[in-house]
């Protein structure tokens, strides 16, 4: 083990997989250690998370509430470059990793950390997403992953190492599966998920009803974007995170967000994923609604047309790239006239627009409509499919 290292910073959940990793890298590195949990919207337990830390063998713990940073600087750029990985993961864990990274380095440097370590197992997309933060950030940090050293390589070892240490472990029977969760959706990985023909159990999902039993009756909500953002629900003028947050409550209890998927990890291997992403769904819906009305033709052909490099860049972790600093001042700059309403129907597990205004509307009725119009020339439409068609027709006339 490396002797040089004084002082590091752990990202901690208080799960069995980190709390075994604080214990061992005291151990092991003989070392300081720090700990560091970020709140953006897990809903798990944080009260007794610094006690059970110290308790570990932290010397000093972090518990930072970012989840108006995350939703604000993560979760919205995203959704303004309507970012979707093999057209239907919206990103969640993968928006996430990279905050929390940025929080963690910070911590280092406060601290005067010479390290920082992860949960993350090595054959995972996580580990990848945590460490290039991290090199992008402080090119000469120390990683710790100890998922990749120890020889603590089943469960069972864990629990024995726990046991042996002291560490209190889960009394309640484990989930066959594992989940992540945070303000934007919750995934559902391993386990009985890893058949991808056996359907993932029904008393799983956390945020959603299932859409056979959501109410009998549409819910209709409008929804009001400002250069791209979501600013307010039915009127109701909302933080970026509190935004998220009851769009998830309205979309959940109509069972909207739920997709099960089969993706291609960085890493090389395919893995199942099931998320559940209820305000993800009906924001991205609404917000290509409202760009319908607001953007130019060539504008939207070209950002579409990019949103596949977007979101690969976002799922392998380079968020602290140059190409994604350059991707994003593009898209920023096709949402300045991205302003407007947007009326949605929540209905068993679909979310359909039925309307939409803007003040910055490029959509005329006068331009558009079938009656009688004094702004097109119809006899116009013939030169300009003649023009367009000429290659087509001396392409067939050399092949006579």
Not at 56 to 83: C, M, Q, W
Not at 379 to 398: H, P, Q, S, T, V
Request: proline share 4%; glycine share 6%.
């Amino acid at each position: 083990m490396n002797e040089n290292i004084k002082k590091l910073v752990l990202a901690y959940s208080g799960g069995l997989d980190t709390s075994v990793i604080l214990k061992w890298l005291v151990e092991m590195y003989d070392c300081e250690v720090v700990s560091f949990s970020a709140d953006i919207g897990q809903e798990e337990e944080l009260d007794h998370l610094e006690e059970k830390a110290l308790n570990t063998g932290a010397s000093k713990v972090y518990i930072d509430d970012l989840r108006e940073e995350f939703v604000r600087d993560y979760v919205f750029p995203a959704f303004r470059a309507n970012a979707i990985y093999e057209g239907q993961y919206l990103l969640g864990t993968s928006l996430a990793r990279p905050l929390i990274a940025k929080r963690q380095m910070e911590i280092a440097k406060i601290e005067g950390a010479d390290a920082v370590s992860h949960g993350a197992t090595g054959k995972g997309n996580d580990q990848v997403r945590f460490e290039l933060s991290y090199l992008a950030i402080d090119p000469n940090i120390k990683i710790i992953a100890p998922w990749r050293e120890w020889n603590l390589n089943s469960r069972s070892a864990l629990m024995e190492f726990a046991k042996k240490h002291g560490i209190p472990v889960p009394t309640t029977k484990e989930k066959p599966y594992s989940t992540d969760r945070n303000l934007l959706h919750i995934s559902y990985e391993g386990g009985v998920l890893e058949d991808p023909w056996t359907s993932p159990p029904e008393d799983m999902f956390t945020l959603s009803v299932s859409p056979q039993k959501a109410p009998d009756e549409p819910e209709e909500i409008e929804i009001a974007f400002k250069r791209g953002n979501p600013v307010a629900v039915n009127d109701a003028s909302l933080s970026p995170a509190e935004l998220l947050k009851t769009l998830n409550r309205m979309g959940g209890r109509h069972g909207i967000g739920r997709v099960d998927i089969v993706e291609n990890r960085f890493v090389g291997m395919k893995s199942r994923g099931v998320y559940e992403t209820p305000g993800g769904t009906i924001l991205r819906a609404a917000h290509m609604a409202v760009e319908s009305i607001t953007m130019d033709r060539e504008v939207m052909h070209l950002r579409d047309s990019l949103i596949p490099k977007y979101a690969e860049i976002v799922y392998n972790g380079f968020w602290f790239s140059p190409e994604m600093r350059l991707l994003q001042e593009m898209i920023d700059s096709t949402q300045k006239n991205v302003s407007g309403v947007v009326r949605i129907e929540l209905y068993k597990g679909n979310c359909r627009v039925l309307g939409r205004k803007s003040d910055e509307s490029i959509y005329r009725e006068d331009f558009a409509t079938f009656e009688d119009d004094s702004v097109y020339r119809q006899k116009d439409a013939e030169g300009f499919i003649r023009l367009n068609a000429l290659r087509l027709r001396i392409l067939k006339l050399l092949d006579k």
